[in-house]
């Protein structure tokens, strides 16, 4: 199966740098349509006294990841999908419902964690209809 849409899942973490270089070169290599997507949880942005919120992404914070990666003219034209999901799993498999493949990135847990749950990664992959390329960030 050719390649034609690519998409990318990142968190917006400085460690995903890598796994953008290795996006952008296989979208070059196969000539494949580059997307990014992103998954908002719902109370992202939010100010709250009870716990710290995770940030509220929008497609500059996409781009700008691009530009300071070095990829300038991608910076500019690539495809950003951002959904707001209270499961990240869920959220990406509706964003790439007609992607060809999917690239992401995957933390190592702990010995403990893994065996009371499955990674986020793990659960995107039960999910989604396409091939997966999980890239190790750390």
Not at 1 to 10: C, D, H, Q, R, T
Not at 42 to 59: F, L, N, Q, R, W
Not at 128 to 135: A, D, G, R, S, T
């Given at each position: 199966?050719?390649y034609?849409?690519?998409?990318?899942?990142?968190?917006g973490?400085?460690?995903?740098?890598?796994?953008?270089?290795?996006?952008?070169?296989?979208?070059?290599?196969?000539?494949?349509?580059?997307?990014?997507?992103?998954?908002?949880l719902?109370h992202?942005?939010?100010?709250s006294?009870?716990?710290?919120?995770?940030?509220?992404?929008?497609?500059?914070?996409?781009?700008?990841?691009?530009h300071?990666a070095?990829?300038e003219?991608i910076?500019?034209?690539?495809?950003?999908?951002?959904?707001?999901?209270?499961?990240?799993?869920?959220?990406?498999?509706?964003?790439?419902l007609?992607?060809?493949?999917?690239?992401?990135?995957?933390?190592?847990?702990?010995k403990?964690?893994?065996?009371?749950?499955?990674?986020?990664?793990?659960?995107?992959?039960?999910n989604?209809?396409?091939?997966?390329?999980?890239?190790?960030?750390k």
């Amino acid at each position: 199966m050719p390649y034609k849409k690519i998409s990318v899942a990142l968190a917006g973490t400085p460690d995903e740098i890598q796994m953008i270089d290795e996006a952008v070169r296989l979208a070059i290599t196969l000539k494949a349509q580059l997307y990014v997507i992103h998954v908002n949880l719902p109370h992202a942005g939010e100010i709250s006294m009870m716990m710290d919120t995770p940030k509220k992404y929008v497609e500059e914070d996409f781009r700008k990841m691009f530009h300071e990666a070095g990829h300038e003219e991608i910076a500019k034209k690539i495809m950003v999908n951002i959904t707001t999901n209270k499961s990240v799993a869920e959220g990406i498999a509706e964003l790439v419902l007609d992607c060809d493949l999917l690239i992401l990135g995957h933390d190592r847990m702990g010995k403990m964690k893994a065996l009371l749950t499955d990674s986020i990664d793990e659960m995107i992959v039960n999910n989604v209809n396409c091939p997966v390329l999980i890239f190790r960030t750390k």
